[in-house]
Every structure is written in C-alpha cells, then in structure tokens.
C-alpha cells in the first residue's frame, strides 16, 4: 500500500495549523514541515509535536536576515534531535534583504558536513547559487540531499543528479520548468507542495489538494504510476 508524499510543507504559515495538522493525519498523507529556525523548529515539536504522518525539519533559511552566530550554534546543538534539516540552502538573489553571502557559505558548508556525517535528510533551497552548493556537496557527498524547486540550468541539474541528489516538484515549477523537469531520472523524482507558496488548479494549496498536485505533475510530465514511483523514491531516499 501506497500513501502520498510531501517533502516540503511550511505548516507554521498556516494561520489554522492545527486544524491542517489533524487533517494531515486523517488523510495519512507523510508529511515533511519545514522550518526557517531552530527557534522555530523547537516552538513546532513543542506546540504540536510529531506523529506518524507528520515530521518536522529543523531548519536555517538564507532569507532570514535575523539569523545570527547564536542561532547556528544552536542548531548545531540541537542537530542530534532529529533526521531531517529544511528548510536550508543559499540564496543569492537579494544581497541587502538575505544573509550575507559568506556567512551562508559557511552555514551551509557546516549544515551538508554535518547531514553527510550523520546521514540526516536535508530538504535545500537553492537561487543563483547552484555552483556554489554543487561544490559543497561534492565534497561531503550527503546521500539523502533533496533539491526544493530546483530552476537552475540543465548542466547543474545533471551535476545534481551525478552527486545522487533528489528533486522535490510543485505545480507551480511545470509552466516555467517542464523541459528542464524532463530530464530528472524518475527514480530521483519526489513531490512538494511548498504549501502556502503555491497553487493547485487555481487555488491556494492546502493538504486536500495534494492527490489533485500528483495528478498534474504526472499528467504534464507523463509518468504512469506516479503515485508508486514517488513513494519508493522515499522509501529507498530513507532507506526504509
């Protein structure tokens, strides 16, 4: 038996996150919630905890400014707690409104060291930045490495692919990415809502519309039995 998969979900943006949390359980759908902080990572497992179907990543986000020295090394502390990182990465599009470019070389240097020593999933934003972390992650070589809303270029997505990374799609990247999206084997093809972020059939994405997301992306990209290749990807990505 199958069920389906959302590698990457901001359930905190959710003004009625408790009311999506419950709903996420009764539909037994697995879910992966993102964080942009360990800060906000702790209030998370604190307020709702996880369960079966819902798991929380702990995260450090190139587009939160705010972070600080103190907040890395807490999420350096606080790294044994649990398997997944998300939602982390680097972000070069805004030098003046994200952290500074070394800095989240550095964070994300010490972030893939870390998931590759200790075999941790990580969940990676990446924007004008995609050489930069390529080099990264040949160095440690992580083996459960997910890319978010890849929309670099085709020679860095097969450089992606080489270091044995894995590709979470929306149905907001088919417009724009189709092509692109094409040439990801299917055996490293995995599905994302980025709920609240994106849109299903013209609406705002809620866990509802995660079986109608599946559809589309298998429609536009042609695969048969999406559901099942999806969610032996995660599986074999969890070594379960």
Known sequence: MTHLI???????YYPNYK??????????????????????YNSC????????????????????????IRDFNQFIFMSYRTD????????????KRYLDKEK??????EIVKIA??????????????????ID?????????????????????????????????????????SKDLLSVIPTDRILVESDGPFTKVNGKKYYPKL???????ISSVLNISDFESIVYYNFKRLLNI
């Open 6 to 12: 959302d590698t990457h979900f901001h359930l905190d």
């Open 210 to 216: 995660l079986k109608d997301s599946y559809n589309h």
């Open 84 to 95: 997944y990182f998300g939602e982390i990465g680097l972000d070069f599009s805004n030098s």
């Open 136 to 176: 990264i992650i040949e160095k440690y070589r992580p083996q459960k490495a997910i890319i978010h809303w890849f929309n670099g270029s085709k020679a860095q997505l097969e450089s992606l692919v080489y270091l044995n990374c894995y590709f979470s799609i929306n149905t907001n990247m088919l417009e724009k």
């Open 116 to 133: 590759s020593e200790r075999n941790r999933l990580m969940s990676i934003h990446l924007k004008r930045s995609e050489n930069h972390a």
């Open 19 to 40: 009311e999506l949390y419950n709903n996420i359980n009764c539909l037994e759908q697995y879910t992966l919630c993102m964080t942009n902080s360990p800060g906000i």
């Open 104 to 109: 989240q070389l550095l964070y994300f240097d």
């Open 45 to 68: 497992c604190r307020m709702l905890g996880e369960s079966k179907y819902i798991k929380f990543a702990m995260g450090f986000h190139p587009k939160c400014k705010d972070l600080t």
